[in-house]
């Protein structure tokens, strides 16, 4: 009967510890595409080169997107365009005077922070010619996929 007992409560351990161990596997998938198979193809390629000269330049390596301390947090892609636009910016004695982060909305939308001011599209924004600069930054990110 001790022996019953013995076996059964074996089984039960090694039946838990696979279930739990399954547990785990399922929990460590990425599903950022909707499906169970793959990632998004944006995951698969390298970042844009100003991304990885803005990761660089702090001491990083090479990550997917550059965050920055005190900046706020937007999706992975919107950060790789920020740090595009952030870059072009740097070139043009212009657009030097705009302070430029993005941001994750609470609706899960673009939030566009100009100068310490939120923007909620490109096409709200205060001035054309940096309209103009992240439509054309946004065209430059979307022909390198």
């Known amino acids: 009967m001790s022996m019953v007992i013995l076996i059964?409560?074996?089984a039960m351990i090694v039946i838990a510890l696979v279930l739990l161990a399954m547990v785990f596997i399922k929990s460590n998938q990425v599903n950022l595409t909707g499906k169970t198979e793959g990632?998004?193809?944006w995951m698969h390629a390298m970042p844009p080169k100003e991304t990885v000269a803005a990761t660089m330049k702090d001491g990083e390596g090479v990550t997917l997107y550059d965050h920055d301390e005190g900046e706020k947090l937007a999706a992975p892609f919107a950060e790789q365009i920020e740090d595009v636009l952030r870059a072009k910016v740097e070139s043009d004695s212009y657009l030097k005077s705009f302070d430029i982060d993005f941001g994750t909305a609470?609706?899960?939308g673009l939030e566009i922070w100009v100068n310490g001011e939120k923007y909620n599209g490109v096409a709200?924004?205060?001035d054309e010619k940096l309209k103009q600069a992240l439509l054309e930054v946004v065209k430059?990110?979307?022909s390198r996929k």
Do not use: Q, R
Request: net charge negative; glycine share 20%.
């Open 140 to 142: 430059e990110w979307n």
């Open 39 to 41: 990632k998004p193809e």
């Open 8 to 10: 059964a409560g074996g």
């Open 106 to 108: 609470v609706d899960g």
């Open 124 to 126: 709200s924004l205060p």
